[in-house]
């Protein structure tokens, strides 16, 4: 069974920067990682998936409101995927969770159902 733990959330100024990290546990070999992604839930709204990766590290997707600001990237030897959050603004303010699929993927694939989550990371970004 996979399981997530992630860190690195916190309180920042816009303009500011923070790495959210989530490692996975219970897969065995870097060739069984799946596909990961980072979703965000604020205050009275929707979740919404933010980034994603496919299993080879090598294709990445990003929301249109974290393009250009958001950066994920994955060690599969440390099973640890990351995001990097440049250009923080007060709407990233939310809580942000780390989640698996079983599939294992090298590619961009926007149909990629998620089976595991994080506990959830909080993200506060003051103006």
């Known amino acids: 069974e996979v399981q997530l733990v992630e860190s690195g959330g916190g309180s920042v100024q816009a303009g500011g920067s923070l790495r959210l990290s989530c490692t996975a546990s219970?897969?065995?070999?870097?060739?069984?990682?799946?596909?990961m992604a980072w979703f965000r839930q604020a205050p009275g709204k929707e979740r919404e998936q933010v980034v994603a990766i496919d299993s080879c590290g090598t294709s990445e997707w990003e929301a249109d409101s974290v393009r250009g600001r958001f950066t994920i990237s994955r060690d599969n030897r440390r099973h640890t995927i990351y995001l990097q959050m440049t250009m923080l603004k007060p709407e990233d303010t939310a809580t942000y969770y780390c989640a698996a699929s079983s599939l294992a993927w090298c590619g961009m694939r926007r149909d990629v159902q998620y089976q595991t989550w994080g506990q959830g990371t909080q993200v506060t970004v003051s103006s």
């Open positions: 219970g897969w065995s070999v870097p060739a069984e990682n799946g596909y």
